[in-house]
């Protein structure tokens, strides 16, 4: 199990639920000092343990990094080496990665291809009483509780728009879930244009896993 020996506490309790995370997913767990020295020499190589070469995760709880816009990217790595936003996991290391590395992993990832089936597309020609409830939302919204299509901002079938909105598109469904919770109680940066928060509290919990499952299975996650 991971050494926690000299970090504050934490950090020990992050690096404590890094290496839970690792071993539940099949992978091997590091000590402190493995993970710093791996750091050092194949970031990469690191951030593939939980996030995959190709930036396609195993585990179901962390995000799936592949064709993310960079200055997104860039932009919450940051977030969390400031610990403006925060995760148990994320927090056990972020702060030992500088600029140059954090230009590094975002350069490796943005570039890696998405899963998406098809052109991208807006739905325009479809009528949303013939849509699913997922869809509906991606593509219409929920006029009544001041809930605006997703695409509008993130770009049509959830594809990402530079500078600032990710792509949804492919993204692991929990972890989709996860973040818009993680809005509603406030736990999370409001994001561009400062409307997330507000957006996910307007959101019902069955309308938060239909939207969620919606975007995962246009790039192959279930």
């Not at 020295?37 to 343990?49: E, H």
């Not at 605006?148 to 049509?156: D, E, L, Q």
């Amino acid at each position: 199990m991971s050494n926690v020996f000299n970090i504050g506490p934490g950090k020990a309790c992050g690096w404590l639920g890094l290496g839970l995370l690792l071993l539940s997913g099949g992978i091997q767990a590091k000590t402190e000092e493995e993970a710093k020295a791996q750091i050092k020499q194949d970031l990469i190589g690191f951030c593939s343990d939980c996030h995959g070469r190709n930036g396609v995760s195993e585990l179901k709880n962390v995000p799936n990094l592949r064709a993310q816009p960079p200055e997104y990217l860039k932009a919450q790595l940051l977030a969390f080496r400031s610990q403006q936003r925060s995760s148990s996991f994320m927090d056990a290391f972020i702060y030992q990665i500088n600029d140059a590395q954090i230009e590094q992993a975002v350069a490796h990832f943005s570039v890696q291809p998405s899963a998406l089936k098809g052109k991208p597309a807006w739905r325009g020609e479809k009528w949303p009483g013939d849509m699913a409830a997922g869809e509906q939302l991606a593509y219409v919204g929920n006029a009544s509780a001041n809930v605006p299509a997703c695409v509008a901002c993130h770009g049509p079938s959830g594809i990402g728009v530079e500078p600032g909105f990710p792509r949804l598109e492919g993204q692991k469904p929990q972890y989709m879930i996860n973040q818009l919770k993680a809005w509603q109680a406030g736990k999370r940066p409001p994001g561009p244009l400062g409307v997330m928060s507000a957006i996910a509290k307007s959101m019902t919990d069955d309308e938060i896993v239909a939207v969620s499952h919606y975007f995962a299975q246009l790039g192959g996650e279930q």
